[in-house]
Structures are given as C-alpha cells and as structure tokens.
T-cell receptor, first 115, second 111 residues
Framework: GAVVSQHPSWVICKSGTSVKIECRSLDFQATTMFWYRQFPKQSLMLMAT?????????EQGVEKDKFLINHASLTLSTLTVTSAHPEDSSFYICSASWDRANEQYFGPGTRLTVT | SQQGEEDPQALSIQEGENATMNCSYKTSINNLQWYRQNSGRGLVHLIL?????REKHSGRLRVTLDTSKKSSSLLITASRAADTASYFC???????????FGQGTRLTINP
C-alpha cells in the first residue's frame, strides 16, 4: 500500500514554455503533499507543502509565481513550472502523507530538462 | 542551512564488508528516517527511528540515534552489490510536518 505515482517520468521542454507535473496517491487519500527538487549529486530540497483545498506553503527562496502548485483533491497535486529556463532542469520528486505523523511516501520522480 | 550533515559523502567498500554512514542534525526532532535512492530514481524508505528510541534493526540494517549529540548512524551489514546507492537521513523538527534531508552518502559496493 501507500503508492505514489508521478507523471511524466521525464520531460524535455523548450525555454519559455510551461510544464505540468502530476503527483497522485493511488491507494490512499493524501491530506498533505510535498514537492522537492534535487540537482545532480545533491540532496532533496523542499520546495513547498500543499494541503488539499488550501494554498501551498513555499519554502524561502522558491518563487510561488514560477512554481504553481495545485492540490485540488485528496489524491492529486500538480506542480507547474512556468516560463521554464535551463536552470530549472532538475529532478522533481513529490511525496504524500495522510496524517501528521510524518510518514511520507515518495513518488518515483520526474526529470525535467529545459533546452 | 537547516540541512543536516552526512559523512562520509562517499564510501566505497568490498562486497561482504559492513558500511557505516553517519548523520548529524540541528534541531530537536520527532523522528529520524533513512532513505535509499538508486541513481536517477525515487526514494525508498528504509527505517524510521523515533526520538525516544536509541536503536532499531531491520534485516541487515541497524540504526542508532543519539539525541544528546543530535546524530544517527546507519549500519549495513554483509553488504551486497545491490546496496550500491545514495543514502539520506531525514528529520522532522518538532512542531513541523516537513522533512529536512541530509546531504547524503554515496555508497559503492565493489563485487
């Protein structure tokens, strides 16, 4: 149980375009979803926390207008990278939790390459 | 930075040997977790240790936690080539739901 999927698994887009990444909890209802970014050979950095039905909470230094997060249902959160630039190329990983006990279940990640 | 430190950053050992990785963190925590990540893949949850626990075992994994030193260690015994991966510790500060990840240890097991 506790499976989280991400779509797409990888995407290549041109500079200036927008890309949407989906994160789904397949067998549980996720009250909270988290979005992380990971650059090559580095650790995961939390970008934002989203609770179903409310606005996401962004970490310091993360532009909310550039990284749009929507958590419209208990099983789906989306991250939209707007006006993507090559420096946005990274591995984006989501996680989902159904309680405040901090058991987070991670998706397989989405590799974004901006050309 | 709130990120924890892990050492070593990279570790290369022979198959069958034990591997030990260390993690230090900065704030009081509820739990500390260890994850494995194969190259270019998602995270696999290995083990969670609560702040009131000192040691926990799971198969070939042994985790210790010293809250007075704000540190934890992960021991993998009888390592296998399939254990080659990056290993991260993650902590959740008391009162906060988010996880803070350490910088990770890249473990290579040589056949």
């Amino acid at each position: 149980g506790a499976v989280v999927s991400q779509h797409p698994s990888w995407v290549i887009c041109k500079s200036g375009t927008s890309v949407k990444i989906e994160c789904r909890s397949l067998d549980f209802q996720a009250t909270t979803m988290f979005w992380y970014r990971q650059f090559p050979k580095q650790s995961l950095m939390l970008m934002a926390t989203s609770n179903e039905g409310s606005k996401a909470t962004y970490e310091q230094g993360v532009e909310k207008d550039k990284f749009l997060i929507n958590h419209a249902s208990l099983t789906l959160s989306t991250l939209t990278v707007t006006s993507a630039h090559p420096e946005d190329s990274s591995f984006y990983i989501c996680s989902a939790s159904w309680d405040r006990a901090n058991e987070q279940y991670f998706g397989p990640g989405t590799r974004l390459t901006v050309t | 930075s709130q990120q924890g430190e892990e050492d070593p950053q990279a570790l290369s050992i022979q198959e069958g040997e034990n591997a030990t990785m260390n993690c230090s963190y900065k704030t009081s925590i509820n739990n500390l977790q260890w994850y494995r990540q194969n190259s270019g893949r998602g995270l696999v949850h290995l083990i969670l240790i609560r702040s009131n626990e000192r040691e926990k075992h799971s198969g070939r994994l042994r985790v210790t936690l010293d809250t007075s030193k704000k540190s934890s260690s992960l021991l993998i015994t009888a390592s296998r080539a399939a254990d080659t991966a990056s290993y991260f510790c993650a902590t959740d500060a008391r009162g906060a739901q988010k996880l803070v990840f350490g910088q990770g240890t890249r473990l290579t097991i040589n056949p």
